[in-house]
């Protein structure tokens, strides 16, 4: 019988790679720290030369890292019960529980597929026909693996009750566990070396507004050079997008192309990838956070905008709105004139910033500290231990919405906007 059958959970990190979901997982790691009693009744699975490696180490906390690569990833999810007895309890942070397990292991997944739970959204409709053939066959493989968990948890109450109500998933075994800024992004960890070199980089004169994402379509970075060309015809102060992107992968090199082709390159600066201990030095070199994502579940970029005193822009859509209230000031990038309008009011207005980082510290005071959200997630995981495996009647309840359903409310919502 392997050694990991008697621990209490199995943290199942195999799903997370990089962004978000990393740092996510790093805080999440790193908060642990503060709790040896409870690592000491747990094993984490990790993905081969994952910096996870050595954030469980330092805690210390048993873990497993597997290969690298997909092929590795597949061969320990089909061999999972080999390494684990029937009955044990895994949370899975973000992504897929281990395709082996269904049934087997109860099954706790922190589910941050927001797209699945709105259809009458377009995800995909900016991709041709094969690409999003292709994203949309992937979102059947999501809906089949997030199916097979036990009890889910989701960043919003928006979210939760979805899933609920539109997807029929059983409502007991449902939880909510709001965000915390990261452990690794606050105001002490900005470390003066490394905020130096970003303001070098980046002109300290200009107003410096931070989209801090990788390169996704969703995050529509390629709606900042027509906001740029407003903010320049309506004479703006001078201003420069931050990104933080690869800069070798097809989005970003037509995203800064544009920049370019509108004679605008001095209005963007990509500062690449940055590193998760590198991410409060640079929201500190920065005058403000941008998110204009189509669609998200929850941003990490919120409540770190509003720990480091940044006032925060961001879609005017349900979920940022539920999320962010008073503590950001709403725009739909579509609109770029709009849209420039709202950036030169803050780039201008003292009071205005002033007001946002207030309302956003009181914001902050309604959400998680890591240590919060750490002991939900706890709760949440007891919880469903105790509730055991979900019988097959009642997961018979779960109905996603058929692609004719989807289609008639994506066909709904744009009939509303006026196509």
């Not at 873990?63 to 895994?90: D, K, Y």
């Not at 420069?240 to 390159?265: E, H, I, N, Q, W």
């Not at 309840?397 to 744009?414: F, G, K, M, N, Y």
């Amino acid at each position: 019988m392997s050694r990991y059958t008697s621990k209490m959970i199995i943290f199942n990190f195999l799903p997370i790679a990089s962004g978000g979901a990393l740092q996510n997982a790093l805080s999440f790691l790193e908060t642990l720290r503060g709790y040896p009693e409870i690592a000491e009744q747990c094993v984490a699975v990790l993905p081969g030369k994952s910096k996870l490696h050595d954030a469980c180490r330092s805690i210390p906390l048993e873990h497993i890292e597997i290969g690298e690569g997909r092929a590795a990833r597949l061969a320990f999810e089909l061999s999972c019960r080999q390494v684990f007895r029937r009955g044990q309890t895994c949370f899975t942070l973000f992504g897929p529980p281990m395709i082996w397990s269904g049934g087997y292991m109860i099954n706790v997944n922190g589910c941050a597929y927001s797209n699945l739970f709105y259809p009458e959204i377009p995800f995909w409709n900016h991709l041709s026909l094969i690409p999003r053939s292709v994203k949309e066959l992937i979102d059947i493989y999501r809906r089949s693996v997030t199916s097979i968990a036990d009890y889910w948890i989701f960043e919003t109450e928006i979210l939760a009750r979805r899933a609920v109500e539109l997807c029929g998933f059983p409502a007991e075994r449902v939880g909510v566990v709001e965000m915390a800024p990261s452990a690794l992004v606050t105001p002490n960890n900005v470390i003066p070396e490394r905020k130096t070199e970003y303001s070098s980089r980046i002109s300290s004169k200009k107003f410096k507004i931070l989209l801090l994402c990788g390169a996704h379509p969703n995050k529509r970075l390629h709606l900042l050079p027509p906001i740029a060309d407003e903010l320049r015809r309506c004479n703006a102060p001078d201003f420069s997008f931050v990104l933080t992107v690869p800069p070798d992968v097809p989005y970003t090199r037509s995203v800064l192309g544009d920049f370019a082709a509108r004679k605008l390159s001095q209005h963007v600066y990509n500062i690449g990838t940055v590193r998760s201990e590198h991410c409060a030095s640079l929201i500190d070199t920065c005058n403000a956070l941008a998110i204009f994502s189509r669609l998200e579940s929850f941003s990490n970029n919120f409540v770190e905008a509003w720990r480091m005193d940044r006032p925060l822009v961001a879609t005017d859509a349900d979920w940022a709105r539920a999320a962010c209230g008073d503590g950001a000031v709403y725009v739909n990038p579509v609109d770029a004139r709009a849209t420039a309008a709202v950036l030169a009011k803050l780039m201008t207005d003292h009071n205005l910033r002033k007001r946002l980082t207030e309302r956003g510290r009181a914001k902050l005071a309604y959400y998680n500290t890591p240590n919060m959200k750490l002991e939900d997630y706890l709760r949440h995981i007891e919880k469903a231990h105790h509730l055991g495996l979900l019988s097959k009647r009642e997961r018979s309840v779960i109905r996603w919405p058929s692609r004719r359903e989807r289609q008639r409310a994506i066909d709904v919502t744009l009939d509303g906007r006026g196509r």
